[in-house]
C-alpha cells in the first residue's frame, strides 16, 4: 500500500490529512492527565503536541502509542516526533501553529489543578 505523501497534495489539504491522521491515532489513547493533544504540520514532518496537567507513567505510554500509531497511519514519508509541556490549564491561541483537535472539558480542568 502506498501512503499520501505531502508532493501528492496541496499544503491545506495534506494539514487536513494529518488531522484526520492523528484524531484517528488517538482513538482511546488519550492520556489521563491530557489538557489538550494537536499537531504541528510541516511539509517533510510533523509534531504531536500534548499539555498535560502532569505526565506520569502511563501518560507516557499513551504518548508514544500516540506517535507511534500516527506513524503506522502516515507511512514513514514523514518524520513524526512529539513535544509534550506540564501547565496547570490548557494554553491554546489560534495563531500557535498548532492544530488542536482534542481539548479538556473546562469542569476537568479544574479539578485536576488544585
Do not use: K
Not at 489538557?35 to 510541516?42: C, D, N, R
Not at 517533510?44 to 502532569?54: A, K
Amino acid at each position: 500500500m502506498r501512503f499520501p505523501e505531502p508532493a501528492d497534495m496541496t499544503p491545506l489539504a495534506w494539514r487536513n490529512y494529518v488531522i484526520a491522521q492523528l484524531v484517528q491515532a488517538t482513538l482511546g489513547l488519550i492520556p489521563e492527565h491530557a489538557l489538550a493533544v494537536g499537531v504541528t504540520v510541516h511539509r517533510d514532518g510533523v509534531v504531536v503536541q500534548f499539555q498535560l496537567s502532569e505526565a506520569d507513567q502511563d501518560d507516557e505510554e499513551d504518548m508514544r502509542d500516540i506517535v507511534d500509531e500516527l506513524v503506522d497511519l502516515l507511512g514513514e514519508v514523514v518524520e513524526v516526533s512529539s513535544e509534550a509541556v506540564v501547565r496547570m490549564q490548557p494554553q491554546l491561541s489560534p495563531t500557535d501553529g498548532i492544530c488542536w483537535v482534542w481539548r479538556v472539558h473546562v469542569a476537568r480542568a479544574e479539578n485536576t489543578s488544585g
